[in-house]
C-alpha cells in the first residue's frame, strides 16, 4: 500500500515520469512539486517507510538525503506527497490534494506558489484531519482554509466528521460532502 508498482506499471506498457519539482502534466494539469511546511501544520507520522525496491516496489535509495538511507524503517515524512492541480478560466485554482499528510493548508499554499495564482475555486481530495488531531488543530485549518477563501471545499478520504462540522459553521455554502462515484466538473 502507498508504493509505485514499477512490475505492473512496466506490464501495463505504460511510462513512468519522474520530476523533482512542479511539472505540467498532459499540457494542462501540474503537480505541485513537494510540498513545503509554510503554516502551522506539521506531517504527522502515522507510518514507516525504508528506502529502497524490492521486487518493484519502492523508493530509490540514491535519491535520498543519506540520513534518511539507513536501510531502516524510519518516520515518514511525506516528502514525496504531491497535488494534482488546474487552473480554470475566469474561477481560480482546482487543487486535488492526496491525503494531504503534508497538511491541506500547505498543500493550497504550494499550488499558489507555483501558480502564481492566488485564486483558489475549489480544494478537493483528502485532508487528513481525524483523529488523534485535536479539535482546536482542526479549528486552526479551517480558520486558514476561510482566510485562503476557496468558492469550494470538497473533502474526501481521511478528513473526519469533526472537520465536517466546523467548516460548514464557518463556511457556510462552501462545503461539498462527496461520495464515491460523485463527479464534479469545473469550466469557465
Excluded: W
Excluded at 8 to 25: C, H, K
Excluded at 134 to 148: F, G, H, P, Q, S
Amino acid at each position: 500500500m502507498g508504493a509505485v508498482d514499477r512490475n505492473a506499471l512496466r506490464d501495463a506498457d505504460l511510462s513512468l515520469m519522474v520530476s523533482e519539482g512542479p511539472s505540467v502534466v498532459a499540457d494542462h494539469g501540474f503537480t505541485s512539486g513537494p510540498i513545503a511546511l509554510s503554516s502551522f501544520e506539521k506531517p504527522l507520522r502515522p507510518s514507516k517507510m525504508k528506502a529502497g525496491v524490492v521486487d518493484g516496489f519502492g523508493c530509490f535509495p540514491d535519491r535520498l538525503p543519506p540520513e534518511r538511507n539507513s536501510n531502516t524503517f524510519i518516520p515518514d515524512d511525506f516528502q514525496h506527497e504531491i497535488a494534482t492541480n488546474f487552473l480554470v478560466r475566469d474561477k481560480g485554482l482546482v487543487v486535488i490534494t492526496s491525503c494531504s499528510h503534508r497538511g491541506v493548508v500547505n498543500t493550497v499554499k504550494q499550488a499558489q506558489v507555483v501558480s502564481g495564482v492566488q485564486k483558489v475555486h475549489a480544494v478537493i481530495g483528502g485532508m487528513h484531519l481525524v483523529p488523534p488531531l485535536t479539535d482546536d488543530y482542526i479549528r486552526e485549518a479551517v480558520a486558514n482554509l476561510k482566510a485562503i477563501n476557496p468558492d469550494y471545499i470538497i473533502p474526501a478520504h481521511c478528513t473526519g466528521e469533526t472537520f465536517y462540522e466546523i467548516a460548514k459553521a464557518e463556511m457556510p455554502g462552501k462545503i461539498i460532502r462527496s461520495t464515491v462515484g460523485t463527479r464534479f466538473t469545473f469550466g469557465a
